[in-house]
C-alpha cells in the first residue's frame, strides 16, 4: 500500500492588463523608483499566490473557514465520492472452525431433522419418512424410530408420538394425548411416561395431579400407574433396571425421583437434581447437581467410586453406548472454569478412560454425543453463522487419535427445532 498525492491545477494570478501605449506619458527622472515598486509589487503578488495555494493543498486553518469562489458558468459540478460497497457479513468463529475442519464420510446412521428422518449417505440428504410436528426427540429401537414432539403450529399443547420404520410408508403405530416424553426400557418392551390430570385437587388446591405410567411397548397398554400430586412438573428421565427415574422441577428447585413400578415413588440422593442420561441394562445413570449442569456418574443405589488420586469430572453432555458397556461426555474437573474441556470415552462397569482428547473450537465445541464405538463418537453441534443464518454439523470425532472431521453440514435460513442422531 501506498500514498500519494493528485497535483491540482491552480489558477493564473496576473498583475493586471497590459498598459496601452499613448494613454499616459512617464514622467521624467522616475525610471529607477518605478522599476523597484514593480519588483515590490511581484513579491507581493507571488507571496499572496503562494498563501492562497498552502491554504487550497492544507484545508481551512483553524482561524475559520475559507471563502471559496461558486464554479464558473458551464464548468462540470463536483461529483460526491462514491461509498465503499459493504464488506461481506463475517463469519462466526465457530463457522470458521468448521470450515477448517476435514470433510469425511457421510454417517451411516438416520438423521431427524425437524421431524424429516433423512439419510445423509444418499444425494441431497433423501427423506426416508416424515412426521408432522417438531421440536423431535428420536429414539431408536429394535421395533423401528420413536418420535416425539409437538404440532408444527406451535399452538396445540398436544404431544404427539410415532414409530416409523423404513420399510413401511406410515407409522406402524402412533398417538397423542397429554403425555410427557416417552422412555424405553433396555428390552424395549416397556415405556414409562407422564400424563398431567387435574389442576389441584379440593384438599390440595395449587397442587398438579399427575399420573406416571408404566406400559407396553409398542402397542402402549398401560400395566401400572401412579398417581402424584405435585407443585412443578414432572417427567420421565428413563429406565435404570426395572425402575424409573423421574425429574421434578426446573431452574435452581430441581430434584429426581425414583419409582418402582406396583410400589412407592420416593426422592433420591438430595445432591442429585436432574437426571442428564441413564443406561437402562446396567443400572447407570449421570445425575446432574445442582443446577449447572454438572454430572456424575452413578449406579443407582451407590456412587461409582473414582479412579485413584482423581477427583470425579463434571460430566456434561452424556451418552451410553447402545450395549451399555461405553459412556462418553465432555468432562472438566468440578469448579475449574479455565481448565479445557476434554471429549472422554469412559468403559463401564469400571470407569476407566480408554479415550480422550481436548476439544476443538472457539467455545470450546460441546453438543448432542452419539457414541458409535469404543474409538468414534458423533457430536451434533450448530451456531450461527450470520445474524439470520444457522450451520448445523455432525461431527466424527475419534478421541483415540485425537482427531475430528465434518460428517454432515448444513446451513439454513433458519433455525432448526432439533437434529438428532439414530441407528438405522
Known sequence: MYWGVTPRRHD??????EPVSGLFRRPPGLAVPIAVAMVALMLLVGTAAYAIVRIRDDGPSSAGPVATSPPSPGSPSPQPSPEPSPSPTAKSAMAQFLDSLPVGAPPTQRLVV????IDPSRAADQVIRSVAFTRTIATSTRHGTLLQGHALDGGDPTYHWALVTDTSPEAVAGGSGDYGVIRVNAAET???????????TPDRPDDDVITVELATFPEMQVVARQRLSMTQPTQVSGFVGTRVLMTRGDGGDVATLIWTPGGAVRTADRAWTSTAATEPAGSWAVVNQGDGGCGILVRVGRTVPPPPSESPPCMR???????????AAFEAPIQADDVPTLLRMRELPGGGVIGEMPMPGPSPLQGEITVVSPEEVLIVTSDYIAED????AVLRCIPILQRCEVAWRSDVERSFAAVSVVQP
Open 114 to 117: 425437524d421431524g424429516q428422518v
Open 190 to 200: 416397556r415405556a414409562a411416561y407422564t400424563r398431567h390430570d387435574t389442576n389441584g
Open 389 to 392: 443464518r444457522m450451520t448445523y
Open 317 to 327: 453432555s452424556p451418552a451410553f453406548s447402545a450395549d451399555g458397556t461405553l459412556v
Open 12 to 17: 493564473t494570478i496576473s498583475s493586471g492588463p
